[in-house]
């Protein structure tokens, strides 16, 4: 009965640590069933999925940025690893700091490459940054109704007939 009573409490347990494994053998139906209701903080989660990699671009995306980071220190960090073409931080409108990530552009694949190399990991204004091919914006959901839509091919158009505008209140009576 005692074995009975606790198989029972441990089915229906809520704890924070999961339970040490038993001494005898539990069947493994009565175990799934057991792990079925009971929670637990440290249980294993789903993995997430992770996004597809994007193709390499000439473009990077950097997150991980400072707050204080600005366009000038990003491009100044990136350019020595290649020619960057632009660098911008994306900013709050209100405040002016940086949102937190930013868009480097290279001349070339390679020195993409190697801006990802060198600074993929690496300390900048104190914090750690993360550098990866920037995926392309995805677009509008108004643009894509308007690519479907077939647009009849363009005419000439002629200018609308003139008519004769007749001011009843400027004759003189």
Do not use: C
Request: charged share 15%; glycine share 8%; no cysteine.
């Amino acid at each position: 009965m005692a074995a009975a009573w606790v198989g029972f409490r441990r089915l229906f347990a809520i704890s924070a640590v999961s339970s040490p494994p038993l001494a005898t053998a539990v069947p493994a139906s009565e175990s799934g069933f057991r792990r079925l209701f009971s929670i637990s903080a440290f249980s294993p989660s789903l993995p997430a999925a992770a996004p597809p990699a994007a193709e390499p671009s000439t473009n990077l995306f950097v997150s991980g940025l400072n707050k204080r980071t600005t366009s000038e220190g990003l491009w100044e960090a990136f350019s020595k690893f290649g020619q960057v073409v632009h660098a911008r931080v994306v900013t709050d409108r209100v405040s002016g700091y940086s949102k937190g990530f930013g868009f480097v552009r290279y001349a070339t694949l390679e020195e993409a490459e190697a801006g990802i190399k060198g600074m993929d990991g690496k300390f900048l204004d104190g914090w750690v940054i993360f550098a990866e091919y920037a995926r392309p914006r995805p677009p509008p959901p108004g643009q894509i109704q308007l690519q479907t839509a077939a647009a009849p091919p363009p005419q000439a158009m002629e200018p609308p007939a003139t008519k004769q505008l007749i001011f009843p209140f400027t004759e003189s009576y």
